[in-house]
Structures are given as C-alpha cells and as structure tokens.
C-alpha cells in the first residue's frame, strides 16, 4: 500500500516551484497541499515566508518535494530494505543501536515496553535524531544529476560543526535549532511504537479508541491517529499540515486528553 500510495503521490498533481523541477502534493490536495513550501518541503523550504533556505549548498536539492521521505515512482516496486533503508520510505534506517528507550521496569505507569521502533516513527528520527544527513535518501530521482552537487549535507544537529544546522542555527546567528533535535536519548519525549493502553491491554486510565479502518488505524474525532493499533511520532504530529503549532493534530491544551483519561 505504501509504494503504491507514493507511486500516486508523484504521479497525480504535478505544480511548478519557482526556482525549482516540477514538484508534487498530495494526490488529494495536489498543488494545495500545505507541505509544499514549509519547513518539510525541502525544494522549496520556507517559500511561504519569504526566505531561501540554501538548497544545493546545506542540503541537495533533488527537485521533488517528497522524495525526501516517499520512493520516487520511477523505483516504485523497490524494496528500501535491501539497500538499508526503512520499509516502504525513502531513507536509511538510523542508528536505532544507539537509542535510549523507555523501560516499563524503570517505570510505574507504562504498560508496555516500548525498546524497539516502527518504521513510520523511524522515518521522522532518521532526520530528527541529529546522526544523518536531512537529504539522504535512499533513491535519488532520475533527474537529478549529481555532478552538479556541490551540497554540504548537513545534519539536523545543533553541534558546533560544519555539517550540522547547528552551525547556524544556534538562536544568535539564526533560530536555535536544538528543540527540533531529538537526539538519540528517547527518555525525554513521549514513547513511541508501543500498542495503544486502551486496546487489548484495557487500561482504564485510557480513553477507549475508534474503531479501525480497513488498514488497521485508529483515529479519534480531532485527527489524532493510531497506527496499527501502535503510538507513533505521527500519532500526534502531521507533517502534512504545518498550519498548527508543533505540527499538532490538535491544540496542545486538549491533546493529551483525546488518549488519556487523567
């Protein structure tokens, strides 16, 4: 379902990006699709707010909006896996080795053990944990042509160092880029890819879920989704929709309370 879904996402509403190869959105929302010029559109980040955000010099601009996370169609069929990437995206699986996770024998109020990750939560830390380059993607579109390339490929890192954002982005140069870095320590944000408390597990303390979609996910009335039955980074957070704060599927203030009771 995935690779025919990113199949479709290239091959349904193409729109042209100043400065830029044709870029796609949505195949429901098409040229509308609010990523396309936010800070998760990396051909052309920020368009909206006016800036230019070094593409071809901090990050290799590839033309296409959503390869930086979706199979360009021309490799649709392809497995990521068998180069060392995620399942069904178009990046390389990070160094999960080195993360830190929650225990549920370390802590009273955790059901279950998340130690392991799924790979639509891996998607969003092979960027957001700071160890790899924002633009490297498994698959490569064939327009691209990489003796052009003269990118830096820098790292979603608030290091002092040359190939992190850090370098800049450090809130004297430009705005801190730390609360974006989640780092590989995993203890301090909420668990991710653990079963949802109120399925099966029948926790009180858990607001009961929908019911399921013919793809097994689960999603409340304000947007707010489980995947699989599991919590994910997307569980929360739609990267599609950079309107709200945080990328938040709903206002901060009553988002905790669509999962849990107290």
């Known amino acids: 379902m995935a690779l025919k879904l990113a199949a479709l996402l290239f091959g349904t509403c193409l729109s042209l990006h100043a400065g830029a190869e044709a870029i796609v ?19 052309g980040l920020n368009d909206r707010a006016g800036v230019v ?24 069929g392809a497995q990521p896996a068998d180069f060392g990437g995620i399942p069904d995206w178009n990046r390389f699986i990070p160094a ?7 225990s549920k024998f370390g802590s009273h109020t955790l059901d279950t053990n998340p130690n392991k990750l799924n790979p639509i939560s891996m998607l969003c830390l092979s960027c957001h ?16 042509d990489p003796t052009t390339d003269d990118a830096m490929h820098m ?6 160092d040359i190939e992190s954002c850090g370098k800049c982005h450090n809130g004297q140069v430009a705005h801190d880029i ?22 099966g597990l029948v926790d009180p303390d858990f607001v009961p879920p929908p019911i399921a979609d013919v793809e097994n996910n689960r999603v409340f ?3 707010v989704k489980l995947y699989n039955n599991q919590v994910e980074c997307m569980t929360c957070h739609n990267v599609h929709d950079p309107s709200k704060e945080l990328l938040l599927r709903a206002n901060a203030e009553v988002l905790c309370f669509t999962c849990h009771v107290k």
């Open 221 to 223: 009335d304000n947007g």
């Open 25 to 43: 959105g949505d195949p429901i929302l098409g040229a509308d699709d609010p990523i396309l010029g936010s800070k998760h559109d990396f051909t």
């Open 96 to 102: 999960v080795e080195g993360y830190q996770f929650y």
């Open 53 to 76: 955000a070094m593409p071809g010099v901090a990050f290799s601009d590839y033309g296409y909006s959503c390869v930086y996370c979706h199979i360009p169609p021309e490799e649709a």
């Open 129 to 144: 944990d700071g160890t790899m380059a924002v633009d490297m993607v498994v698959f490569k579109p064939v327009t691209f």
């Open 155 to 160: 790292r979603l890192n608030a290091s002092d």
């Open 178 to 199: 730390t609360p974006k870095v989640l780092g590989e320590d995993l203890r301090n944000d909420h668990p991710i890819s653990m079963q949802y408390a109120g399925i």
